[in-house]
T-cell receptor, first 118, second 109 residues
Framework: GAVVSQHPSWVICKSGTSVKIECRSLDFQATTMFWYRQFPKQSLMLMATSNEGSKATYEQGVEKDKFLINHASLTLSTLTVTSAHPEDSSFYIC??????????????FGPGTRLTVL | GQNIDQPTEMTATEGAIVQINCTYQTSGFNGLFWYQQHAGEAPTFLSYNVLDGLEEKGRFSSFLSRSKGYSYLLLKELQMKDSASYLCAVMDSNYQLIWGAGTKLIIKP
């Protein structure tokens, strides 16, 4: 299957700082990338959907000014957690998909980034 | 509203068979996915069903009944490494994945 990478795999930061997480599709062009957050023992929570070259669509309750998403190319999307606080500590996972007319593509997941805010 | 239901936790014995059920109510249907997720890792794709019936892939099989809004994942010859969470997800009419909360499967020797 296709490969999606995420960097960094884990990060510890101080409260009030910003953290950028990169998501790359390594061997395919992703028309759509998704950012999820997962708290311990809970399911995936979709934060936002981004299509290359356009603004991200955020799910209800997700602050777009706090979680900045940029999908500048078909292989790269970034999530920046601005002014991070301890409650933002979570497992952030990106996934990528190519959606062609008449085809349903599976979503390929990155390995995730564990963010701990002190 | 959209809803995916699956059991929270199941326990099975190594070498046995286990069936994990998933029922769904979504706005539109473009297929149902099963993913496996080990603790601390991202989900990995297991199967995709869009037509009614059984799809077999090695030790894993997935079944779909669209009229009943029902699917199951069948795991045979269970191995200890199968201990994980199994996520059911439905792609709705907007091609968005709606996720279930996941079923934690515990395998005992």
């Amino acid at each position: 299957g296709a490969v999606v990478s995420q960097h960094p795999s884990w990060v510890i930061c101080k409260s009030g700082t910003s953290v950028k997480i990169e998501c790359r599709s390594l061997d395919f062009q992703a028309t759509t990338m998704f950012w999820y957050r997962q708290f311990p023992k809970q399911s995936l929570m979709l934060m936002a959907t981004s299509n290359e070259g356009s603004k991200a669509t955020y799910e209800q309750g997700v602050e777009k000014d706090k979680f900045l998403i940029n999908h500048a190319s078909l292989t790269l999307s970034t999530l920046t957690v601005t002014s991070a606080h301890p409650e933002d500590s979570s497992f952030y996972i990106c996934s990528a998909r190519t959606l062609l007319a008449g085809e349903i593509s599976e979503q390929f997941f990155g390995p995730g980034t564990r963010l701990t805010v002190l | 509203g959209q809803n995916i239901d699956q059991p929270t936790e199941m326990t099975a014995t190594e070498g046995a068979i286990v069936q994990i059920n998933c029922t769904y109510q979504t706005s539109g249907f473009n297929g149902l996915f099963w993913y496996q997720q080990h603790a601390g890792e991202a989900p990995t794709f297991l199967s995709y069903n869009v037509l009614d019936g059984l799809e077999e892939k090695g030790r894993f099989s997935s079944f779909l009944s669209r009229s009943k809004g029902y699917s199951y994942l069948l795991l045979k010859e269970l191995q200890m490494k199968d201990s994980a969470s199994y996520l059911c997800a439905v792609m709705d009419s907007n091609y968005q994945l709606i996720w279930g909360a996941g079923t934690k499967l515990i395998i005992k020797p």
